[in-house]
């Protein structure tokens, strides 16, 4: 069985769309972002602070081309994981990728009190998660075997469409 690869924008649900497809789904499920601050002993943000995004890329590679050796498995990356398209070969090797798209202002609504996010802990967040999100929007397309947009949809409603992706003779 191929893994569920969910990538998008932080805030689009990614983490919280795998925990529920891990109960209903019964697969094993990882966190991309959670294993790299497991490794290096520190969350994410302290690694941003400390050593910069470009160390912090150059771990997300070694974890994914790791985790792209599962089969089976649910794989919630982190929101620039497409930054680098090493990484987008290696999920798509043994995996489908959705993409939760999300529009900037639910996302800027989702995360707004969150200050663990390094790239939004700025003077105008929503200014900031726009410029990233236009530049990152045709990654994810082009990376993306399936679009769900999460903007208006309950976490419950994108693991239904998702399951009828992945599994559509399933009943759910």
């Given at each position: 069985?191929?893994?569920i690869?969910?990538?998008?924008?932080?805030g689009?649900?990614?983490?919280?769309?795998?925990?529920?497809l891990?109960r209903r789904?019964?697969?094993?499920?990882?966190d991309?972002?959670?294993v790299?601050?497991s490794?290096e002993?520190?969350?994410?943000?302290q690694i941003?602070?400390?050593?910069?995004?470009?160390?912090?890329?150059?771990?997300?590679?070694e974890v994914?081309e790791?985790?792209?050796?599962r089969?089976?498995w649910i794989?919630?990356?982190?929101?620039?994981?497409?930054?680098?398209?090493e990484?987008?070969f290696?999920?798509?090797r043994n995996?489908?990728?959705?993409y939760?798209?999300?529009?900037a202002?639910?996302?800027?609504?989702?995360?707004?009190?969150?200050?663990?996010?390094p790239?939004?802990?700025?003077?105008d967040?929503?200014?900031r998660i726009?410029?990233?999100?236009?530049?990152?929007?045709?990654?994810?397309?082009?990376?993306?075997?399936y679009?769900?947009?999460?903007?208006?949809?309950?976490?419950?409603?994108?693991?239904?469409?998702i399951i009828?992706?992945?599994?559509?003779?399933q009943?759910?």
């Amino acid at each position: 069985m191929k893994n569920i690869v969910l990538i998008g924008f932080m805030g689009s649900g990614k983490t919280s769309v795998a925990k529920e497809l891990k109960r209903r789904l019964n697969l094993p499920c990882v966190d991309s972002d959670e294993v790299i601050a497991s490794e290096e002993k520190r969350p994410v943000s302290q690694i941003f602070e400390e050593d910069g995004e470009s160390y912090f890329r150059d771990k997300e590679i070694e974890v994914i081309e790791s985790l792209s050796e599962r089969m089976g498995w649910i794989i919630s990356t982190g929101g620039g994981v497409v930054l680098n398209p090493e990484n987008i070969f290696n999920l798509k090797r043994n995996g489908k990728i959705f993409y939760l798209k999300t529009q900037a202002s639910v996302i800027y609504n989702r995360i707004k009190d969150d200050s663990t996010r390094p790239l939004v802990n700025v003077f105008d967040p929503l200014e900031r998660i726009e410029k990233l999100l236009a530049r990152r929007t045709r990654l994810y397309e082009e990376a993306t075997d399936y679009i769900v947009d999460t903007s208006s949809l309950a976490i419950n409603e994108v693991c239904d469409k998702i399951i009828n992706i992945f599994l559509p003779k399933q009943k759910l």
